[in-house]
């Protein structure tokens, strides 16, 4: 059984862009050190393009990411990962809210409670 997550995305009117499922890895110190990686290492022309980025660099291959439609509400996840211009916040076993900076530093916190 996987640990599956949510990551929206959400333009500058606050509007959702993207949903992003995935199907294992989704807590903090996993799905939360890739997302971490991208928002702070990735050039982006907006919140659009980060959404594709985000997309692009986690698909690799025919498993465990895929794109549902921004309505949707419950698909079990335990994890929320809400990506906003300035901030990210999570719902779920875990909270957070706070620059991408400080989310990258948040996860790193969760990979040596794990280690």
Do not use: W
């Amino acid at each position: 059984m996987g640990t599956r997550s949510l990551t929206f995305t959400y333009d500058r009117d606050g509007e959702k862009i993207m949903c992003l499922y995935r199907q294992f890895d989704g807590y903090p110190e996993g799905h939360g050190t890739d997302l971490a990686t991208i928002l702070n290492n990735t050039e982006s022309n907006g919140m659009e393009c980060l959404s594709a980025s985000i997309v692009a660099k986690l698909k690799t291959g025919a498993y465990n990411i895929y794109l549902y439609p921004t309505s949707v509400g419950d698909c079990g996840q335990e994890y929320e990962y809400h990506i906003y211009k300035d901030r990210v916040e999570i719902y779920g076993y875990a909270t957070f809210t706070g620059t991408y900076q400080e989310f990258q530093k948040f996860c790193a916190n969760q990979n040596r409670k794990v280690g």
